[in-house]
């Protein structure tokens, strides 16, 4: 950040007091700019015993599978927003569920929130940012191909609770990955 939203001027990055962490603060009328973390949600539609991927047709990783999923918008809850992500991408109603995943990426400042849901029927297909979806039973999903580490670790959570016949909300932090994974 260079200029202050508020007025225009020049911002320089500081401790304000009272605080502990550097803030971009505006040299001129001293708005303090504070920066958070994106939050990114999604669902996992389930249908039976298959659940519903989509193809990327967008960057990052374009061509690789993953839950529909995408950045909140403001004035929606987070279930709203995971409704609103699947139909976008996979043209598809669900029903949301309960929460499932909770995953801090600190290395990229997000947080991603995954919840369980219902397709509601099986009128979908790809969104302008999917090249396909699909419903994947679980020895079919395209393990080699899935786009991101959270949404890896979501579905082993998920194939897992549902080998073990109960379902829970998992809570996770994935660290800066090594050059060579996936992000």
């Not at 609770?161 to 809570?171: E, L, W």
């Amino acid at each position: 950040m260079k200029y202050c939203s508020d007025c225009g001027a020049n911002v320089t990055l500081r401790v304000p007091p009272g605080d502990t962490l550097p803030r971009h603060v505006c040299v001129s009328c001293g708005t303090i700019h504070y920066q958070n973390p994106k939050i990114v949600v999604g669902a996992i539609p389930e249908w039976g015993e298959r659940i519903l991927l989509c193809r990327r047709a967008i960057e990052p990783r374009h061509g690789f599978w993953t839950l529909p999923a995408g950045f909140m918008e403001n004035a929606e809850s987070t279930a709203e927003a995971a409704a609103r992500e699947t139909l976008e991408e996979a043209c598809a109603r669900i029903e949301v569920g309960e929460l499932f995943t909770l995953i801090s990426v600190p290395h990229i400042n997000q947080v991603h929130i995954v919840y369980r849901a219902r397709l509601l029927d099986l009128d979908f297909g790809p969104g302008e940012e999917s090249l396909e979806v699909a419903l994947f039973e679980e020895q079919d999903i395209p393990w080699d191909d899935i786009a991101f580490r959270t949404i890896a670790l979501t579905l082993r959570h998920y194939f897992e609770d549902r080998r073990r016949g109960s379902f829970g909300t998992h809570n996770a932090s994935i660290a800066l990955p090594p050059a060579a994974t996936i992000p």
